[in-house]
């Protein structure tokens, strides 16, 4: 049978069985991401409002480095965060290698800059616009940005989306710290990774689809926060098609 | 004669190597109601700007007397993505004011533009000139001394149009200081008492409405009344 076919079939009958084992991996793929993202979104919100609005020196080496950070390979991030758990590191003690915290804080380093750049991209667009009319009203610029952030809100969980696509489609990162540990620290991009070394392809492209699905259930509540922006609040949306969510697996 | 709210002496804005404005001096006093006029990038804007203190002097000095309250308004109002109530509260909470006082002074801010029945509707589904309408309610709510317009009907139909003059018209004749950027000359007539004309960031003129329009201008500002200058 056409190997495509069978990983179809194959992935049909993983989900419609409710595999025990897929769903713990599916689970663990879904808290490890969402975890990372809720983190992220919490320095990521307040560090691009604060670089859309503010003006301080050095501000344009910040913004290089920021957007250099986009491009951060993800083995790299699970290359550090490996040496700063591992037993000789500095953070060692902890005991997180090779645990979903671990994998948590190699995610949350990789999906901070996205998250923090893509805000700052929607804030500084408005800012640029219409700062000045918040400022005649008295407002400082913390409370401006703060502002900006709120009224960016759709935006705001687009990027947010976008960053949780980039988390969870990630292998290298969560390999390395995670160790791809049967039950333990397996995600779904580690369980692809390793069936295809087996050579078992149908049961690795099955995964593959469950994860596209996991996308484009990403995708479509992205497209409907658009739709319902655009029918409630007077045509002025989730705006970027920039920031649609990430697709495939990243290195 | 009483103090200026605000005076401007010698004042210079550079926008980096650009002079917006050169050795501009300028009285406002209570109750005035001055228009802007002048050719695009004349410095219009930014003389308001500079009088509403948004943007600081590049040289010269801005002088302010009993601390005015000022509100400004511009030509495409930015309205959060609150209903129109919210916003003008978000505008108050700016100002200090919370809680009960916030509701009623927003309530009656809402109903003196006439919009009291769009309350909780979204402020962006409004239509254009219910928006400039809105931003009018949210800086009369803070009760300000000087209301600073920056082209504040030109991107509105005639009709809308006129809901603000008459809006603006009634708030000038109960005593709030008027400053206005126009290109709109009948308006400058109908809405202002005092014209000053601009002219690559000096001041070439500064006349009663009427004497401006009938022949006391400068040469240059007369080009600019027969449409011989650019606007």
New interface residues.
């Given amino acids: 049978m056409d190997p495509f076919l069978e990983s179809l079939r194959t992935a049909w009958a993983l989900i419609v069985h409710a595999d025990a084992q897929l769903l713990q991996v599916v689970g663990l793929s879904l808290g490890v991401s969402g975890t990372a993202c809720l983190l992220a979104a919490g320095f990521g919100l307040a560090a691009g409002a604060a670089l859309a609005v503010l003006r301080f020196p050095g501000r344009r080496g910040v913004l290089v480095l920021l957007n250099t950070l986009l491009a951060l390979p993800s083995v790299v991030v699970g290359l550090v965060v490996y040496l700063l758990l591992s037993r000789s590191g500095p953070f060692g003690e902890w005991g997180l290698l090779f645990t979903p915290g671990a994998m948590v804080i190699a995610q949350t380093i990789l999906v901070v800059p996205v998250v923090a750049a893509l805000t700052r991209e929607a804030v500084a667009a408005t800012w640029k616009a219409n700062g000045e009319q918040l400022l005649s009203l008295g407002a400082g610029r913390g409370a401006a940005a703060a502002l900006l952030l709120w009224d960016e809100r759709l935006t705001v969980l687009t990027v947010l989306l976008a960053a949780f696509g980039r988390a969870i489609s990630e292998v290298g990162a969560v390999m390395i710290v995670g160790g791809n540990i049967l039950g333990h620290t397996r995600v779904m991009t580690t369980a692809i990774a390793l069936e295809t070394s087996k050579g078992d392809l149908p049961l690795a492209l099955a995964l593959g689809v469950v994860l596209l699905s996991v996308v484009l259930a990403l995708n479509l509540l992205i497209a409907a926060v658009r739709w319902w922006s655009t029918h409630h609040h007077g045509g002025a949306g989730a705006r970027p098609a920039e920031v649609a969510t990430a697709g495939a697996a990243h290195g | 004669m009483a103090e200026p709210l605000i005076a401007l002496r010698g004042l210079g804005f550079r926008y980096g190597a650009h002079a917006a404005l050169r050795g501009v001096d300028l009285e406002v006093r209570r109750g005035e109601r001055i228009a802007f006029v002048g050719a695009n990038g004349s410095g219009k804007s930014t003389l308001l700007?500079v009088l509403?203190g948004?943007l600081p002097p590049s040289e010269g000095e801005r002088r302010v007397h009993g601390a005015p309250r000022?509100?400004?308004l511009?030509q495409r109002?930015?309205l959060?993505?609150?209903s129109a109530q919210a916003n003008v509260r978000?505008?108050l909470w700016?100002?200090g004011v919370r809680g009960a006082d916030a509701r009623e002074r927003s309530a009656l801010a809402l109903a003196r533009v006439g919009l009291a029945a769009e309350a909780g509707r979204?402020?962006?589904?409004?239509s254009g000139g219910q928006q400039q309408r809105l931003a009018l309610a949210?800086a009369w709510a803070?009760q300000p001394d000087v209301l600073l317009l920056d082209e504040p009907t030109a991107s509105l139909d005639p009709h809308a149009k006129r809901e603000v003059e008459a809006l603006l018209d009634e708030l000038a004749a109960q005593g709030m200081t008027l400053l206005m950027a126009s290109h709109q000359l009948g308006q400058v007539k109908r809405l202002a008492a005092r014209v000053v004309y601009l002219e690559q960031g000096r001041v070439l003129a500064d006349l009663p409405v009427q004497d401006f329009f009938d022949g006391a201008a400068p040469p240059e500002a007369r080009l600019f009344l027969k449409g011989e200058l650019p606007w």
């Fill in positions: 700007r509403h948004l000022l509100a400004m511009f109002p930015f959060l993505r609150l978000v505008a700016f100002a979204p402020a962006r589904a409004l949210r803070l």
